[in-house]
Every structure is written in C-alpha cells, then in structure tokens.
C-alpha cells in the first residue's frame, strides 16, 4: 500500500518507517500495482495510447497523465498528483523521475530516447543475468539490447540473480568489469537505485561469476530489474 507521513512523506508500509506513525492512506495494494504497471506502459512504451506528447528526453506532463487516466479507466477518477508522485518517490527500485511537473521513467523503454542519465559514480563491477547456454557466446560477442533499447546490468550480484530468476531458475551472473569498460570508452549510465544502463558491452569486458548462491542470503520474491 501507499500512505504518507506528515513528518517524513512517502511509504509503503503498514507504518511511517522512521516515526512510526500510521500515515495517512492514498492507495492499497492492487492499486499500486495497476496504476504501477499503467505508468510503466505509458513512460516507456505507448504514450501516444493516453494521448499524451513525451519529449526528447522521456518526460510527459503530469497533469496530462493525470487527466488521461481519469478519462480512461473510472477506477482512478480519484487519482491526484500526490499519488502519483508518492508512487515515484517510494518505487523500490528507482525507476521514475518528477521534476518541474513532468515524470518520467529513466530505463526499460522501446522507443529512442535521450535519457541523459548521469555516468559519474559507477561501481567498477557490475553484473549481468544470463543462462547457461547464452553466457558462453555473450562472453565471446558481448553485451547487447534484444528488445529494449539498452542493456541492463545490476548494481550487485544479488539484484542480478533476482533479475534473472523472472526468466530462469538457475541464471549464471556475469561479472562486467565496469571500471576499463569505461576507460576504454564504454559510457554507462546510472538509471537507477541498482540499475545500470549501456549500449552495449565487448565481451572483453565480460567474465563469469565464480559466486555461488549458497554466499547468499534467502531470495526475495522474483521481480524483473523492470
């Protein structure tokens, strides 16, 4: 569910996690969940559905969301900015942007996007979910976008192993080193709380995670770096 703190702002817990007051409540848990999943589609993939204008660089107006929605599902007739913003702020991945009355999604679109996106701070491995059939031919022909625009690395062996766990059960992780990557000219792009963006990645770069699962804590439920 969505609430907010009048002292600390957005959540999605049953309590303020820093005060621990009850909050004010703006959404439950399904629709979190759809309205999430309508801003994913229409951010990265068919604005043009809502009739809605995105720029150069992913952003779409929010009161235009906002009317959009309205009109098109009755459910979210309700829906105002706060909610919606209290969905960016609180995404547990990083996946969204508000500034100046516009929003935007900062990865996972299909169409060409001028995102620039920060590529300072960028850890110097990152990692990379795969099976075991693939990992052998990317290490040899590197990283590439099938149907997203970019490709999608982790910030953490773990975030990558719950990445690949959507598609498979046993994914091998892939090791990018992240740091001659990019003196060698590869640019990354930092696209959110751990996830990280290229156009593509040589397989010089590639090598596989000695890491072994049993290193690792309990698995939370599988959810894509989407």
């Known amino acids: 569910m969505l609430k907010e703190c009048r002292s600390h702002g957005y959540f999605r817990e049953e309590f303020c996690p820093h005060c621990g007051s009850e909050g004010k409540f703006l959404?439950?848990?399904?629709?979190?969940?759809?309205?999430?999943?309508t801003m994913a589609g229409v951010l990265r993939h068919f604005p043009e559905r809502y009739?809605?204008?995105?720029?150069?660089?992913?952003?779409?107006?929010?009161?235009?969301?906002?009317?959009?929605?309205?009109?098109?599902?009755?459910?979210?007739?309700?829906?105002?900015?706060?909610h919606v913003v209290g969905l960016i702020e609180t995404d547990p991945k990083g996946r969204?942007?508000?500034?100046?009355?516009?929003m935007r999604a900062t990865y996972g679109h299909s169409k060409d996007i001028d995102l620039d996106l920060p590529t300072e701070g960028i850890p110097d491995v990152l990692f990379y979910p795969?099976?075991?059939e693939e990992s052998?031919?990317?290490?040899?022909?590197?990283?590439?976008?099938?149907?997203?625009?970019?490709?999608?690395?982790s910030a953490t062996f773990e975030a990558a192993l719950e990445a690949g766990r959507v598609r498979i059960a046993q994914p091998v992780i892939l090791e990018i080193d992240a740091k001659t990557a990019r003196s060698s000219g590869v640019?990354?792009?930092?696209?959110?709380?751990?996830?990280?963006?290229?156009?593509?990645?040589?397989?010089?770069?590639?090598?596989?995670?000695?890491?072994?699962?049993e290193e690792?804590?309990?698995?939370?439920?599988?959810?894509?770096?989407?």
């Open 27 to 37: 959404l439950n848990d399904e629709e979190v969940e759809l309205l999430g999943r």
């Open 136 to 153: 052998h031919l990317l290490m040899e022909a590197g990283l590439r976008p099938s149907d997203r625009k970019m490709v999608h690395l």
């Open 96 to 102: 969204y942007q508000f500034e100046d009355g516009k």
């Open 216 to 226: 690792l804590p309990p698995a939370a439920s599988a959810d894509s770096t989407d």
């Open 130 to 132: 795969t099976t075991e």
């Open 187 to 213: 640019v990354i792009h930092k696209a959110g709380k751990t996830v990280y963006t290229s156009k593509e990645v040589p397989g010089e770069f590639l090598r596989r995670s000695h890491r072994v699962e």
């Open 51 to 82: 009739g809605l204008e995105m720029d150069a660089h992913g952003w779409v107006d929010l009161r235009d969301f906002l009317t959009a929605v309205q009109i098109r599902n009755r459910r979210f007739r309700f829906v105002r900015q706060h």
